[in-house]
T-cell receptor
Framework: GAGVSQTPSNKVTEKGKYVELRCDPISGHTALYWYRQSLGQGPEFLIYFQGTGAADDSGLPNDRFFAVRPEGSVSTLKIQRTERGDSAVYLC?????????????FGNGTRLTVT | KQEVTQIPAALSVPEGENLVLNCSFTDSAIYNLQWFRQDPGKGLTSLLLIQSSQREQTSGRLNASLDKSSGRSTLYIAASQPGDSATYLCAVRLRGDYKLSFGAGTTVTVRA
C-alpha cells in the first residue's frame, strides 16, 4: 500500500513569503505528526494531531507556524512571513494507533529553502 | 526534557564486520524506543521498536536491546553490507507523551 506522501518534495521561497506544505498519511492512520529536521540533526517535534484536532502543538516555534487537518486525513503545515532560519526538511509521520507497539511511518519530507 | 545521545556520530567499517550503535537517554520513564534508518535526502524508515516491557527485538541481521535502568539501547547489525550505509537514528517516547525525542544519529559507511 501507499506510504506517507508529502508534497512538494522541494520548495524554494523568498524571505517574507507564505508557504504551505502538504501531508497525505497512510489511509486509516488517525495519528499524524509534523517534525522539522536541520542538517546533521535528528528531527524535532512540531505538532501532533489525533483525528482532526491538534492534541499537542507545543513544538511550533512561534505564531508564524500553523497546521490543520480538517477532515482527519490530509494535513497542511502553513508558515507565514518565512525567515531564512525556517530552512529545513519538514517531515510528516503517521501511525495507526497510539499503542506502545505501534511504529511511526515517515514520509520523504519537504525540503524548504528560504532565500 | 528527554535528552537522547548517539555515539559515535560516524562510523566506517569494512564489509562483513559487525556494527554496534549506541543510544543513551536521560529519562528512563519511557513508553517505547524506536530505531530508524535514513538514507540521504529521504525520510525515516522504522527498523525496530522496543516497548518499555521488552528487553530486545530482532529482525533479520538487526538486533536492538534496551536497558531502561541505565538509559541505554544498542543496535547490532551483523555481517554488515555496503547497502547498510545510512544514518541510523534512535528515538524515545516517554510515558504519557506522544512525541518522539530523537538523537542526532550515527552515520555508517560500510566499505566494499
Amino acid at each position: 500500500g501507499a506510504g506517507v506522501s508529502q508534497t512538494p518534495s522541494n520548495k524554494v521561497t523568498e524571505k517574507g513569503k507564505y508557504v504551505e506544505l502538504r501531508c497525505d498519511p497512510i489511509s486509516g492512520h488517525t495519528a499524524l505528526y509534523w517534525y522539522r529536521q536541520s542538517l546533521g540533526q535528528g528531527p524535532e517535534f512540531l505538532i501532533y494531531f489525533q483525528g482532526t484536532g491538534a492534541a499537542d502543538d507545543s513544538g511550533l516555534p512561534n505564531d508564524r507556524f500553523f497546521a490543520v487537518r480538517p477532515e482527519g486525513s490530509v494535513s497542511t503545515l502553513k508558515i507565514q512571513r518565512t525567515e531564512r532560519g525556517d530552512s529545513a526538511v519538514y517531515l510528516c509521520a503517521s501511525s495507526l494507533t497510539q499503542g506502545a507497539g505501534t511504529p511511526l511511518h515517515f514520509g520523504n519530507g519537504t525540503r524548504l529553502t528560504v532565500t | 526534557k528527554q535528552e537522547v545521545t548517539q555515539i559515535p556520530a560516524a562510523l566506517s567499517v569494512p564489509e562483513g564486520e559487525n556494527l554496534v550503535l549506541n543510544c543513551s537517554f536521560t529519562d528512563s520513564a519511557i513508553y517505547n524506543l524506536q530505531w530508524f534508518r535514513q538514507d540521504p535526502g529521504k525520510g525515516l524508515t522504522s527498523l525496530l521498536l522496543i516497548q518499555s516491557s521488552q528487553r530486545e527485538q530482532t529482525s533479520g541481521r538487526l538486533n536492538a536491546s534496551l536497558d531502561k535502568s541505565s538509559g541505554r539501547s544498542t543496535l547490532y547489525i551483523a555481517a554488515s553490507q555496503p547497502g547498510d550505509s545510512a544514518t541510523y537514528l534512535c528515538a524515545v517516547r516517554l510515558r504519557g507523551d506522544y512525541k518522539l525525542s530523537f538523537g542526532a544519529g550515527t552515520t555508517v559507511t560500510v566499505r566494499a
